[in-house]
C-alpha cells in the first residue's frame, strides 16, 4: 500500500460529516417520496439517549477540526454548522461543508506538473460493520483533470478508485465512471451522471447482494452531498445522461434523500492517522462515532498483541448523526516498525446482545 508522508493529509482535512444538516423544507415533498428504503437499525439504545443531548448538539454543529498527527493540535472534522471558512499556512484549517472551494489545497503543486493542484475529498467507501456492510468516509488526496470540479473528483474516486484502506471498497463494475461535461447541479438538486463500462447499470449484477447495491447508491449520495458542501441537498443519478427507473436495481427515477446516518454509515469511522501514516513521540487520533455515552475505546496492537490502550469521550451521542472525537495515542516506548489503531465503540451489553462494537483500523508505522 502506498503510505503517506508523517503529518501531510490532516493539514488538509475539511468538515464534511453533515450527519446533522436537514434539507430545506421545501425538499421535504422529495425526501418522504425518493428516500431509499430504511435498512434496521443496528444500535436501538441510541434512540434511548434522552432530551439531555439537544443543548449539546447545539454547541457540537459549530465544531469542525484539522491538524497535524503528532502536535496534539488534531481532532476530526466533525459535524458542521459554522459557515465560517479559513485557512492556516495553506492548509483547509477550520474550514466547513458550506465552501466548497475550500476543498482546494491552495499552494501545493506537483513540481511536475505545476498548474495541477491538488485536492482533498471526501469519499464514503463500503466495509464490514458488526451486523452487515455499512459506509466509511475517507478524506482522498487527488488531482482533479483539466476542467473537472471537486464534486467530480469525488464521484469519480466512489466508482473507480481504490481506497487507502484495505478494509474498504468500491463495489462500483469495472469501467464505470463519471461524465465530467456534464452538469453536476440542477438548481437545489446535486446530479450524478454515471456513465456505464462493461457492465449494464440497470440491475444489480450477479454476485453483488443488495445490500451492497443500497450502499452503492448512498455511497454517491453522501459523497456527492459531502463534496458539495451545502448540506443534505436531494441527488439525482443519471445513467448515460439519462433518467434511469433502476440503477444497480435500486429505484432512481426521482431525487433521492440519503438514508437514515445509524442505518447506513459506520458507527465508528477513524480519520487519522491515515492508512501508513507514520507516527514518532505521540500523535493524536481523531475520528467520528455514536456510542453508548459517548464512549470511545482505543488500542495499539502488534500482529495480535495489544502493546498501548486507551479511551476517550466523542463530543456526543444518540440522534441520527455521528460526533467528533479526539484521543493522544503515546507510542514513544515501542519499537519501530508496523503496528495497527484500533478504535472501538462501547458495547453496553458485554456482548450479550447484539452483534459487537463497531471498529475502525489503521495500519501505522512508528518510527
Do not use: C
Amino acid at each position: 500500500m502506498n503510505r503517506p508522508e508523517k503529518n501531510d493529509p490532516l493539514r488538509e482535512l475539511i468538515s464534511d460529516a453533515v450527519s446533522d444538516v436537514e434539507p430545506a423544507d421545501g425538499l421535504e415533498s422529495i425526501r418522504n417520496r425518493t428516500k431509499v428504503t430504511s435498512m434496521s437499525t443496528r444500535r436501538p439504545w441510541i434512540y434511548g439517549a434522552g432530551g439531555a443531548i439537544v443543548a449539546t448538539a447545539a454547541v457540537i454543529t459549530a465544531i469542525a477540526f484539522a491538524g497535524n498527527f503528532g502536535d496534539g493540535d488534531s481532532a476530526d472534522p466533525g459535524p458542521a454548522g459554522s459557515s465560517s471558512a479559513g485557512t492556516t499556512d495553506g492548509a483547509t484549517d477550520d474550514v466547513t461543508v458550506e465552501d466548497p472551494s475550500a476543498f482546494t489545497t491552495e499552494g501545493e503543486t506537483d513540481p511536475a506538473d505545476p498548474p495541477a493542484v491538488l485536492v482533498t475529498v471526501p469519499v464514503y467507501y463500503i466495509g464490514d460493520g458488526p451486523g452487515g456492510s455499512v459506509l466509511f468516509r475517507e478524506f482522498t488526496k487527488l488531482r482533479p483533470g483539466s476542467g473537472q470540479s471537486n464534486v467530480e473528483a469525488a464521484l469519480g474516486m466512489a466508482v473507480s478508485g481504490t481506497p487507502m484502506d484495505p478494509d474498504y471498497r468500491q463495489p462500483w463494475p469495472d469501467g464505470t465512471k463519471v461524465d465530467t461535461t456534464a452538469e453536476t447541479m440542477q438548481g437545489d438538486v446535486i446530479v450524478v451522471p454515471l456513465l456505464e463500462g462493461g457492465t449494464p447499470l440497470h440491475d444489480r449484477p450477479d454476485g453483488m447482494s443488495e445490500r451492497d447495491a443500497q450502499l452503492a447508491i448512498e455511497q454517491l449520495v453522501y459523497t456527492a452531498q459531502a463534496a458539495v458542501g451545502k448540506g443534505r441537498l436531494p441527488v439525482q443519478i443519471l445513467l448515460d445522461g439519462e433518467h434511469s427507473d433502476t440503477v444497480l436495481g435500486v429505484p432512481t427515477s426521482e431525487p433521492l434523500a440519503n438514508a437514515d446516518v445509524l442505518d447506513t454509515l459506520s458507527l465508528m469511522n477513524v480519520t487519522a492517522p491515515v492508512e501508513g501514516a507514520e507516527v514518532s513521540g505521540s500523535f493524536t487520533a481523531t475520528g467520528v462515532n455514536n456510542s453508548f455515552e459517548s464512549n470511545v475505546q482505543w488500542q495499539v496492537l502488534k500482529g495480535d498483541k495489544v502493546v498501548k490502550d486507551g479511551f476517550g469521550t466523542a463530543e456526543g451521542w444518540g440522534m441520527d448523526r455521528l460526533f467528533p472525537w479526539k484521543v493522544k495515542v503515546d507510542v514513544s516506548g515501542l519499537a519501530p516498525g508496523e503496528y495497527t489503531f484500533k478504535a472501538m465503540n462501547d458495547d453496553p451489553t458485554g456482548g450479550a446482545e447484539g452483534n459487537g462494537p463497531d471498529v475502525d483500523t489503521k495500519t501505522i508505522v512508528v518510527k
